[in-house]
T-cell receptor, first 117, second 110 residues
Framework: GAVVSQHPSWVICKSGTSVKIECRSLDFQATTMFWYRQFPKQSLMLMATSNEGSKATYEQGVEKDKFLINHASLTLSTLTVTSAHPEDSSFYIC?????????????FGPGTRLTVT | GEDVEQSLFLSVREGDSSVINCTYT??????LYWYKQEPGAGLQLLTYIFSNMDMKQDQRLTVLLNKKDKHLSLRIADTQTGDSAIYFCALMDSSYKLIFGSGTRLLVRP
């Protein structure tokens, strides 16, 4: 149980184009999903918290107009990197939180490696 | 804000025990977690401990929590080459966000 998938697993795009990454909870409903960014040999940096049916909450320093997040259903959240630039190249990981209170551990997707040329 | 620190690297021989340490500054976290990340993959939840516990054992994994010293550790018994990965400790803050340590790269030598 508690499986989270991401699609695509890797993507290469040209500078100036937009890329959409999907995050799905396969066997549970997730009212809250999180989007992280990880640079090589570094820890995860939380970008935003996504709640189903409401606007995402972005962390300080993350451009909401550049990283568009939509949480349309209890099993799907999407991250769109708009007008991508080479500095947006990174490993993007989503997680889905089980439950709404208490332990509510997060289960992570396998990540999406984005390369912007 | 919360600061979570880990040593960057640990090398052990196959069959030995591994101990990965984590220190933190904010003691209000209710749950503390250990995640494993293999190359090019997402994070796998290994285990967690509730803040009112001192120890939790789960097969080869033992988690020790010293709240006074704000110190969390993960012991892996009989370490195998398949345990080579990056291990992250994480604390949950009051808004249910995870605060991650920098990660410890474990290398298991045959």
């Amino acid at each position: 149980g508690a499986v989270v998938s991401q699609h695509p697993s890797w993507v290469i795009c040209k500078s100036g184009t937009s890329v959409k990454i999907e995050c799905r909870s396969l066997d549970f409903q997730a009212t809250t999903m999180f989007w992280y960014r990880q640079f090589p040999k570094q820890s995860l940096m939380l970008m935003a918290t996504s709640n189903e049916g409401s606007k995402a909450t972005y962390e300080q320093g993350v451009e909401k107009d550049k990283f568009l997040i939509n949480h349309a259903s209890l099993t799907l959240s999407t991250l769109t990197v708009t007008s991508a630039h080479p500095e947006d190249s990174s490993f993007y990981i989503c997680s889905a939180r089980v439950g709404t209170s208490g332990r509510g551990e997060q289960y992570f997707g396998p990540g999406t490696r984005l390369t912007v040329t | 804000g919360e600061d979570v620190e880990q040593s960057l690297f640990l090398s052990v021989r196959e069959g030995d025990s591994s101990v990965i340490n984590c220190t933190y500054t904010d003691s209000s976290s209710t749950y503390l977690y250990w995640y494993k990340q293999e190359p090019g993959a997402g994070l796998q939840l290994l285990t967690y401990i509730f803040s009112n516990m001192d120890m939790k054992q789960d097969q080869r994994l033992t988690v020790l929590l010293n709240k006074k010293d704000k110190h969390l550790s993960l012991r892996i018994a009989d370490t195998q080459t398949g345990d080579s990965a990056i291990y992250f400790c994480a604390l949950m803050d009051s808004s249910y966000k995870l605060i991650f340590g920098s990660g410890t790269r474990l290398l298991v030598r045959p």
